[in-house]
């Protein structure tokens, strides 16, 4: 089983839907939970970060921790074109892990 | 501050040469982390430090990987000799240690290597 297994994708969503994201991970002594956005030819840049269980929102973007679950998840409300990247979530702890990606296409 | 900062930008080699990537990490930053990114294994961490020590090597693919951090804002990822299978982007993160937590890490642009 891989530390951190991520719906791998690609996922496509109308314009105005709401995408959403997912994570499960295995190392209980994560503490650290963030999602990464990252465009076509470019770096990884943070969007979300989370600590503890329960929902945090920030604009359109909700991230959700269920540490008895072992999952977190990314939900992207009113999505528009410009959400049109690959995802990653990184759960860090005693180790540091990263998801293999999921490929959202936003479609006008 | 200008971010982490990633050099070269682009390196094109041919097979058995040695490859030098270098990085500077953000001021302050405790953490620096070597990633290594294709298309068919996706992000891959390579090796990490802390206070300029290396923790866990445990990612890098072979001895022919070396990586280094003589001082807190300098660390290298040698390659020697490359191979047509090290073409991959890689990338330099930096990041702190919060009190109770780890923060995010903010990555450098990328090396794009290219092997011959």
């Known amino acids: 089983q891989k530390e951190v297994e991520q719906n791998s994708g690609p996922l496509s969503v109308p314009e105005g839907a709401i995408a959403s994201l997912n994570c499960t991970y295995s190392?209980?002594?994560?503490?650290?939970f963030f999602w990464y956005r990252q465009y076509s030819g470019k770096s990884p840049e943070l969007i979300m970060s989370?600590?503890?269980?329960g929902d945090k929102e920030d604009g359109r973007f909700t991230a959700q921790l269920n540490k008895a679950s072992q999952y977190v998840s990314l939900l992207i409300r009113d999505s528009q074109p410009s959400d049109s990247a690959t995802y990653l979530c990184?759960?860090?702890?005693?180790?540091?892990?990263f998801g293999t990606g999921t490929s959202l296409t936003v479609i006008p | 501050d200008a971010g982490v900062i990633q050099s070269p930008r682009h390196e094109v080699t041919e097979m058995g040469q040695e490859v030098t990537l270098r990085c500077k990490p953000i001021?302050?930053?405790?953490?620096l982390f070597w990633y290594r990114q294709t298309m068919m294994r996706g992000l891959e961490l390579l090796i990490y430090?802390?206070?300029?020590?290396?923790?866990?090597d445990s990612g890098m693919p072979e001895d022919r990987f070396s990586a280094k951090m003589p001082n807190a804002s300098f660390s290298t990822l040698k390659i020697q000799p490359s191979e047509p299978r090290d073409s991959a982007v890689y990338f330099c993160?930096?990041?702190?240690?919060?009190?109770?937590?780890?923060?995010?890490?903010?990555f450098g642009p990328g090396t794009r290597l290219t092997v011959l």
């Open positions: 990184d759960i860090t702890g005693n180790q540091f892990y």
């Open positions: 190392d209980r002594g994560s503490q650290s």
């Open positions: 001021s302050g930053h405790d953490y």
């Open positions: 430090f802390n206070n300029n020590v290396p923790i866990d």
């Open positions: 989370i600590y503890s269980n």
């Open positions: 993160a930096s990041s702190s240690q919060g009190a109770l937590s780890y923060n995010e890490q903010f």
